[in-house]
Structures are given as structure tokens and as C-alpha cells.
């Protein structure tokens, strides 16, 4: 059976995961992966007073990359920007207990999604301030 080499923390996150959707009002968006040939993530964050108030996710991906996806949703929101970007592979899959060896890099796109979606909030905040 599948859950033999996962946590019961990923089987928990893949069968009920977390701030899952789309979210069309996201102060920004972060992406990672490639659908065309396997997981790919898509992060939305809203953010007031520095602190990420609100994420949500979609998900193309196996058992792990939604797990993993959930996790990082919990572990960004409430964090200040600055906490978010440090939030890296290991502690998304230290928060699950653990992933396979062949399913680390799903916890790779957390981080990097989240990374992503904080770069391009900040790009257009930027622009605003110039603008």
C-alpha cells in the first residue's frame, strides 16, 4: 500500500490538505515546477502589514507535492515576509515527519513557490512606491 513510506502528518495533509483554491484577489503569486512533466505548485499570498494574512494553493502533483503544499501553506501564514523567506525544504518535510528519498524535491517546490510569490509581492510593491 502507498502509506507504507509516508507519514501519517503527509497522509493527513494529502487527504485533508489545507487553504487549498485559487485565490483571485492575492496581493501576489508564486509558481514552481513544470506541469507539462510533473508537480507544479502555484501559491497565492495576501499580505497586510508585512505578515502574510492569507495563502492558499493549487496543485498538480502526487501524494508528497500536495502534502507538501498544505505544509507550506501552514507554516507561511501569519509569518512576516521576512520569516517566510526563510522557510526552506527541510523544515517543510521535517513539519511532515519525513518524506522519501525520491520525494524530496516536492518540498523544493513549497519553498521555492512561497519564495517566488514574496519575490513578486515585493517587485510590485516596488513599483508602486515608484510609481
Avoid: W
Amino acid at each position: 500500500m502507498f502509506c507504507e513510506s509516508f507519514s501519517d502528518k503527509v497522509i493527513e495533509h494529502f487527504m485533508c490538505p489545507r487553504n487549498v483554491g485559487s485565490m483571485p484577489d492575492a496581493d501576489a503569486i508564486g509558481s514552481c515546477g513544470d506541469p507539462g512533466c510533473g508537480d507544479s505548485l502555484t501559491l497565492y499570498i495576501k499580505v497586510k502589514d508585512n505578515v502574510i494574512t492569507d495563502i492558499s494553493f493549487l496543485v498538480f502533483g502526487c501524494v508528497a507535492a500536495i502534502a507538501s503544499s498544505s505544509m507550506t501553506t501552514e507554516l507561511a501564514k501569519g509569518k512576516t515576509l521576512e520569516e517566510a523567506l526563510r522557510i526552506t525544504d527541510s523544515d517543510i518535510a521535517d513539519a511532515l515527519d519525513g518524506l522519501p528519498e525520491n520525494k524530496i524535491h516536492c518540498s523544493v517546490l513549497g519553498a521555492t513557490a512561497l519564495k517566488n510569490a514574496i519575490g513578486n509581492y515585493s517587485a510590485q510593491t516596488a513599483n508602486h512606491a515608484v510609481g
